[in-house]
């Protein structure tokens, strides 16, 4: 796992979507894994401003909710098509069908969709409690696509982009803990403090399936973005000087070469 603590989530947002942009020129034809959420927004932005060629890739979401039509307003296809896919010029793009009745066939008509799709860069946020797409804890790693129900904390968490809790739906198809780990690669950003919790279990807690995001400590090519705020609880960021605010640092927040190098005299 390569762990990158930058400034803010701008910073976050640019190289977060240059490294996109390194994918998607490296080949002929090329997959990209991709995520809703506060967290892309800018990256979406992004790619609306500059326009680049996307003629030879397909996208492929992570989850969507269950009884919510693509038109409506908080689906994750709407929210696809208007951040990203009204605006460029894709080959093709895949979400799960949220209003399709039939779950088992849905669950295989993605897994199909993903068998033929080789994802060679996954990009993903992290929920407040550690779920990656919608698998929540405790989470079977070794599923695949599969109807997954919210839990509260989710529920509550997502009501923000809704008129009230209650019509936050409870249940989402959701790309499983397996096909995740089969990307390529993987990016994964998170920005806030409302995420620092989540990241330290992620990157220095034990793998377990209760705290999904844990089995990217497995994936051999994991790059992890975050900005000092979701990295404050890292022992790393703690007791560097960097940007950190430990008992170890020269002084909060300084950013000098000097003590970036290793010149604070510890
Ligand atoms: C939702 C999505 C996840 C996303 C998470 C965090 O639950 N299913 O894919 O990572 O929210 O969202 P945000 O980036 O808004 O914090």
Known sequence: MSLYV?????ELTRLAYHM????ISSKEEVTLGLATGSSP????????????????????NLDE????PADHEQSYAYYMKNQLFDHLNFKATHLPDGMNPDQEAECARYDAI????VLDLQLLGIGTNGHIAFNEPVTDFELTTHVEKLVQETIDANSRFFDSV???????YTMGIKSIMEAKKILLIASGPEKAEAIKAMVEGPVTESMPASILQRHPDVTVLVDQEAASLLEAVKNSCCGGTGDNCCSDNDNSDG??????GH
């Open 65 to 68: 909710y269950i009884g919510l």
């Open 41 to 60: 927004e800018g990256i979406y932005e992004l790619f609306r401003q500059n326009k680049p060629d996307v003629s030879h890739v397909t996208t492929v």
């Open 6 to 10: 930058v400034a803010d989530r701008e």
């Open 114 to 117: 993903l068998a033929e799709n």
């Open 166 to 172: 209650d019509e936050v739906p409870t249940t989402a």
């Open 20 to 23: 996109i942009i390194g994918v």
């Open 259 to 264: 003590c970036c190098g290793g010149g604070c």
